[in-house]
């Protein structure tokens, strides 16, 4: 089983209009990726995987994080910065080289030397070389000891902070503290006070199990390795951010950001969902990206006993989910109650179903067999006047399963055969509960190797 190592997280901070969503896009956009045709993900671009020099690390982009575009309220400008810099590894600090030094950036610069983080201090708009000789100067009054100038716009000077950022990232996590190689690692993701803790508690009093302690990886997460039977878990309990008041819209947003983290170190994520509140964005966002990420999602219903008197509400909060899961229609939804024990009975049965199927391997005969008769049944429409053409099928990967149609013209296929094809290979292969994952490629030409 591979590994799920918590990534680094680097955050990109600054005042509103300084730069800091075209620094983003510029440095996602410098990394190529496989694109998933699955209609129906939203991606929020404020968060991205990025690989430099061999290192990978999350990149958040806190432009998405501020609300309403408040640009000039101290306030709200420092309450972002601290719960950007209490969640990441490095901070990358940028200022705006044309208009100089402001008052927020020097609350901003107190913020980070109290934080003890690690900044990097970035000059942006400085779009020459020459430039920086007379922009630089004034930021030194920052007492900083050293500053980056650099051009979103143009990329000037992004790799020799890119080069800085890998060199000074956290190593990678120690295997001593990894978890057994065979243990299914569970994600509680959700907004704060849904139950997460409440459930993971409820589930190791409820089974009386083997219980230890393993150290957490991220910030404000307990792992936890609980046995049952021949089986290990790793519970990981993502807490949640409780401050009130104005900032609320934005830590809610936060509360994003840590279910992105986790859903890179699980198999499993279970999205608990206020059953008295109902589904809100931020649920929503959350079972995107745990598609994006290809892990197998359960939508678990918490505080179900406070509608169990009450059908219309239950009918209600039902139809919201159907709603908010269309694109990932697999994805089991549970009813559960972490006070009662409501459902508790028959999660664990319900993970180790979704668990074996997220982890199957299927031979490459049965595939081409699924596959022709799925071509036969509907074949492919023409694209630009020429036939297309699906010449063989493979697996490769598994959680979740991942398979590769080699085709005379992948770019020519619809997305809706793609999810026709989709259909037909989960009806065929039992995978009613777990994403699966089907890519287009062309077809090597004849005395290639087919590799």
């Known amino acids: 089983m591979t590994t799920n190592n918590t990534l680094p997280l680097v955050a990109l901070i600054g005042r509103p209009n300084v730069g800091k969503s075209s620094l983003f896009n510029r ?27 061999e290192r990978t690390f999350m990149l958040i982009d806190t432009g998405g994080i501020e609300s309403d575009q ?7 400008i420092q309450e972002q910065t601290r719960l950007a810099v209490a969640e990441a590894d490095m901070v990358l600090f940028l200022l705006d080289g044309r208009e100089g030094v402001m008052p927020e ?16 201090y970035l000059v942006n708009k400085i779009d020459a070389p020459d430039q920086a000789a007379r922009l630089l100067p004034p930021f030194y009054e920052l007492g900083v000891d050293q500053l980056w100038p650099l051009s979103a716009a143009h990329g000037l000077g992004l790799s020799d ?10 190593p990678d996590q120690a295997a001593e503290s990894a978890p057994p190689p065979d243990t299914i690692k569970i994600a509680f993701i959700g907004r704060p006070n849904v139950g997460k803790s409440s459930l993971v508690n409820r589930l190791l009093g409820e089974e009386r199990m083997v219980v230890s302690d393993l150290p957490g990886t991220t910030r404000d997460s307990v792992d936890t390795m609980l046995t049952k039977g ?48 109902g589904v809100t964005e931020q649920d929503t966002k959350v079972i995107g990206y745990g598609l994006e990420r290809g892990r197998a999602c359960l939508v678990l219903l918490n505080k179900w006993d406070l509608l169990k008197s009450d059908r219309k509400r239950q009918e209600h909060l039902l139809a919201e989910v159907e709603r908010a899961v269309h694109f990932a229609g697999y994805a089991p939804v549970h009813k559960v109650s972490a006070l009662t024990g409501i459902g508790i009975g028959k999660l664990f049965p319900l ?16 595939l081409n067999k699924i596959l022709s008769e799925a071509v036969a049944a509907h074949p492919p429409a023409m694209h630009k006047g020429r036939r297309l053409k699906l010449y063989y099928v493979t697996q490769i990967s598994s959680r979740p399963p991942t398979l590769i149609i080699f085709a005379n013209d992948p770019k020519g296929i619809h997305f809706s055969y793609s999810r ?25 030409r004849r005395g290639d190797n087919p590799g």
Do not use: M
């Open 70 to 76: 408040e640009s000039r309220i101290n306030p709200l």
């Open 27 to 53: 440095i996602a956009g410098s990394r190529k990726a496989i694109v998933d045709p699955t209609p129906g993900v939203t991606r929020d671009r404020h968060y991205e995987k990025v690989t430099w020099n």
């Open 230 to 277: 021949d089986k290990n878990y790793l519970l990981i309990d993502t807490a949640g951010i409780r401050r009130k008041g104005k900032v609320r819209e934005r830590v809610e947003k936060f509360s994003v950001v840590r279910a992105l983290h986790t859903l890179e170190r699980c198999d499993l994520a279970l999205i608990l969902i206020d059953a008295e509140e």
């Open 105 to 120: 950036d020097r609350d901003v610069v107190d913020i980070l030397r109290r934080s003890g983080k690690r900044v990097l």
């Open 161 to 170: 902070v890119l080069d800085q950022v890998v060199a000074e990232l956290p």
């Open 420 to 444: 026709f094809l989709v259909n037909r290979f989960r009806d065929a292969l039992g995978l009613d509960q777990v994403p699966l994952r089907i890519f287009f490629r062309q077809r090597q």
């Open 351 to 366: 993970l180790d179903k979704v668990h074996e199927q997220y982890s199957r391997e299927f031979s490459t005969p049965r």
